[in-house]
């Protein structure tokens, strides 16, 4: 049980679909995160919140919304996205980004196909 | 650019050891991360290293060198669970993670 969790675990949808991710943290972190796993690619970080103020958005297209309701959750919303933005959304928080190791925790992820 | 080096695939023996490199060019260091991930898991964290040298824990150990730009993860006595992913990040000037793509450790009996 790593504290971090997400649903859907998986999530079929058309180009036209609206959906949204959700990840909620059990750790007391100040942190989250949203990445992109592609296979054989490096992790590709798209949203860091911390302290609920985003911090972070790396040249993100805007068909990805995020939201951060309080330090526990962490939404991403999807909306008329591409084939290529099919790929596994990991969401994980840390407790201070600026100190020491400050390792990650990550949830299951949301294997994401768009049709 | 920032880059992040790692072989894409090793193999080895049960009861063996190995070693996975990890070169980077980062602008600035704040830290290097090694992670493991099993096929359809998440990430988890192995080690952290900021200083020069060798951070042992039990059967893992990983050595930075900032001076060359390199770590490595050395694994020792490998059993058949050590299959995984192995993933190598550097914090940067920033405090960003940049991510290596990994590399797939295949362990044979």
């Known amino acids: 049980e790593t504290g971090v969790t997400q649903t859907p675990r998986h999530l079929v949808m058309g180009m036209t679909n609206k959906k949204s991710l959700k990840c909620e943290q059990h750790?007391?972190?100040?942190?989250m995160y949203w990445y992109k796993q592609s296979a054989k690619k490096p992790l590709e970080l798209m949203f860091v919140?911390?302290?609920?103020?985003?911090?972070e958005n790396n040249s993100v297209p805007s068909r990805f919304s995020p939201e951060c309701p309080n330090s526990s959750h962490l939404f991403l919303h999807l909306h008329t996205l591409q084939p290529e933005d099919s790929a596994l959304y990991l969401c994980?928080?840390?407790?201070?980004?600026?100190?020491?190791?400050?390792?990650?925790?990550f949830g299951p992820g949301t294997r994401l196909t768009v049709t | 650019g920032q880059n992040i080096d790692q072989p894409t695939e090793m193999t080895a023996t049960e009861g063996a050891i190995v070693q996975i490199n990890c070169t980077y060019q980062t602008s600035g260091f704040n830290g290097l991360f090694w992670y493991q991930q099993h096929a359809g898991e998440a990430p988890t964290f192995l080690s952290y290293n900021v200083l020069d040298g060798l951070e042992e824990k039990g059967r893992f150990s990983s050595f930075l060198s900032r001076s060359k730009g390199y770590s490595y993860l050395l694994l020792k006595e490998l059993q058949m669970k050590d299959s995984a992913s192995y993933l190598c990040?550097?914090?940067?000037?920033?405090?960003?993670?940049?991510w290596g793509a990994g590399t797939k450790l295949i362990i044979k009996p």
């Open positions: 750790l007391g972190h100040n942190a």
């Open positions: 994980a928080s840390s407790q201070d980004p600026g100190q020491g190791a400050d390792e990650q925790y």
């Open positions: 919140y911390n302290f609920k103020e985003q911090t």
């Open positions: 990040a550097v914090r940067n000037s920033n405090y960003q993670l940049i």
